[in-house]
């Protein structure tokens, strides 16, 4: 039996090096992992015990085995360096790679997390802000007035309430798109070397935040159906390297599209109570609800000022504008003086736009006929997916959002597709992006924000064709 448990042992050592399974996770279970290898139950949990006593996986009482960290040391697995469980990432040129799509002259563009330009009220901004401008041209040269700033702040608070969300004026604090939220609040949180908590798959462009800041990033595995796993951050909270803070999408995350459910945020509230962390709230998609009532922010419950809730008009509104906005809790003041000390003051005059558009009540109405377009826009999408895509793709239908993620079978490599796909004029964005790890090549991120269309079937059937043909060569 011992050759046979210490073979069965390495075969799951070789799946959790490579990322199949990230710390935290739980593994098959001892009777599913002898009915894999054909053996029986004694002979399984024998290699759970050798895997354990390698700490490479850790038993849980009435829980099953889950993969441990691995050791920050190579030299514990000579015959293996293993990476660390907390990663400097490097993905510039990725990202880069990716961003020079949007500018060139490839017909069927699904790679990029925005709407296409049709189904913003763009003329009906262009009026407006030549209203604003008309009656205000001061704005052209000038800081917004602290009344009018004032202004917009109540307009910005009367908003949140309708989510729930109980924010004091004075903690509101404009910011140039969510992006530089999120990067002065780890600016504040964080220093050059530490780990932040972060979701995998996660969004490249939170891996090229985290990189020009000198962090690593520590992933999380998150489930389209649930988001960011609480017991795989616990886990990691108990066993591995200190967490300075964490940084979440509880709303329609990106890539996986996952709601957290309510009680789920509570239980994250709850949990970094206990072991001191700080969040980061993403809520940049969470106004793209499908249903009748938009999703409840994590900030909601938040009574100890430990959340930094982050949000933004870029997907709602204007993605050209770049209006975000931040509410920084027990931090604010700390954000408020980076703030000062960077880029000082959003644009006047689109800070006046949005003011005036805010009071009229018109961006209810623009931001529902977005949501409307985008609920049809991605049930199409999804249906064409998995008619033409190679059996066994999975994917799970967001309840908001402008992503769709989609598994394909073990073997396809998303990267080869792409490559692939270029070549028919078509892009996507392949899953080895959204993460620091080599994890999800077999997955792909499609957006459905543009006009459906013949193009648009035309590109998703050929995408499947590609995808099957990959596999039958493999």
């Not at 790679?111 to 604003?132: D, K, N």
């Not at 249906?383 to 992503?403: E, K, N, Y």
């Not at 993460?435 to 543009?450: E, I, T």
Request: positive net charge.
């Amino acid at each position: 039996m011992s050759a046979r448990y210490q073979d069965i042992a390495r075969q799951l050592e070789r799946r959790l090096d490579a990322g199949e399974f990230p710390p935290g996770s739980r593994l098959p279970s001892v009777r599913r992992l002898a009915s894999e290898h054909g053996v029986n139950s004694l002979t399984a949990l024998a290699a759970y015990r050798w895997l354990e006593q390698r700490q490479r996986v850790l038993a849980r009482s009435r829980a099953g085995f889950y993969a441990a960290l691995p050791p920050a040391d190579p030299l514990a697995h000579p015959a293996q360096a293993l990476p660390s469980p907390a990663t400097l990432v490097e993905v510039d040129s990725r990202m880069s790679q990716l961003l020079a799509l949007s500018g060139s002259d490839i017909a069927v563009q699904l790679h990029m997390a925005e709407a296409h330009h049709s189904l913003y009220p763009s003329q009906e901004l262009a009026r407006r802000l030549q209203q604003t401008l008309a009656q205000r041209p001061e704005l052209i040269g000038a800081y917004l007035p602290a009344a009018q700033e004032a202004r917009l702040r109540r307009l910005l608070q009367s908003l949140a309430a309708d989510w729930r969300l109980d924010l004091p004026e004075e903690e509101i604090l404009f910011c140039n798109g969510i992006t530089e939220g999120i990067s002065l609040a780890l600016r504040h949180l964080t220093r050059p070397g530490d780990t932040v908590a972060v979701e995998t798959p996660v969004y490249f462009g939170l891996l090229q935040t985290l990189a020009s800041l000198g962090l690593k990033a520590l992933e999380i595995p998150c489930t389209p159906d649930a988001g960011l796993s609480l017991e795989a951050l616990e886990f990691a909270l108990q066993y591995g390297p200190p967490v300075r803070c964490l940084v979440t999408v509880t709303n329609f995350q990106n890539p996986s599209g996952a709601l957290m459910p309510d009680d789920n945020k509570k239980r994250l509230l709850a949990l970094a109570r206990r072991h001191g962390l700080s969040i980061i709230e993403d809520d940049v998609f969470g106004e793209l609800y499908f249903g009748n009532q938009r999703p409840t922010p994590l900030k909601a419950w938040d009574r100890d000022g430990d959340v930094v809730y982050c949000a933004s008009f870029t997907k709602s509104l204007a993605p050209s504008f770049r209006l975000g906005w931040l509410s920084g809790g027990r931090h604010h003041e700390a954000l408020a003086r980076l703030r000062a000390s960077s880029s000082l003051v959003s644009p006047a005059l689109l800070l006046g736009a949005l003011a005036d558009l805010l009071a009229s009540g018109d961006y209810a109405r623009m931001s529902q006929k977005l949501r409307q377009q985008l609920a049809q826009q991605m049930e199409r999408v999804a249906d064409a997916v998995l008619a033409a895509f190679p059996r066994g793709t999975r994917l799970r239908r967001p309840q908001g959002g402008l992503l769709l993620w989609v598994e394909c079978p073990e073997g396809l490599d998303s990267g080869r597709l792409l490559e692939a796909a270029l070549a028919q004029s078509i892009s996507f964005a392949p899953g080895m992006l959204f993460s620091a790890q080599p994890r999800f090549q077999h997955c792909l991120r499609l957006n459905f924000g543009q006009p459906w269309n013949a193009a648009q079937a035309d590109a998703i059937a050929a995408l499947g064709r590609l995808a099957t043909e990959q596999l039958r060569r493999t």
